[in-house]
Nanobody
Framework: QVQLVESGGGLVQAGGSQRLSCAAS???????MGWYRQAPGKQRDLVAT???????NYADSVKGRFTISRDNAKNTVYLQMNSLKPEDTAVYYC???????????????WGQGTQVTVSS
């Protein structure tokens, strides 16, 4: 059974740092992994993605402040968030594009989400 388990959310002051982790299990193979976020009343937006080869992509709003990394041996993706701002407050969701079996097509899988709250 495919699972994405996030950890590391919580309350932090503006200007502070926080690190999110997402451990994937049950996959036959994983391609890209990433983080998305959804603030109250808003759509879910991309934060950062990373391919299995380590190519990264960031939303303009987090460039220079957030860093995505990945440990392929552990099937874990991380999001290091620095210089946090109140507007970074959202539920952060882990995403993985992969296969649960060799014969099924690649699909998107989501974690349950972790709340990040940045106080001013």
């Amino acid at each position: 059974q495919v699972q994405l388990v996030e950890s590391g959310g919580g309350l932090v002051q503006a200007g502070g740092s926080q690190r999110l982790s997402c451990a994937a299990s049950g996959f036959f193979s994983i391609n890209a992994m990433g983080w998305y976020r959804q603030a109250p009343g808003k759509q879910r937006d991309l934060v950062a993605t990373i391919t299995s080869g380590g190519i990264t992509n960031y939303a303009d709003s987090v460039k220079g402040r957030f860093t995505i990394s990945r440990d392929n041996a552990k099937n874990t993706v991380y999001l290091q968030m620095n210089s946090l701002k109140p507007e970074d407050t959202a539920v952060y969701y882990c995403n993985a594009a992969g296969r649960d079996t060799a014969w099924r097509p690649r699909s998107d899988y989501w974690g349950q989400g972790t709340q990040v709250t940045v106080s001013s």
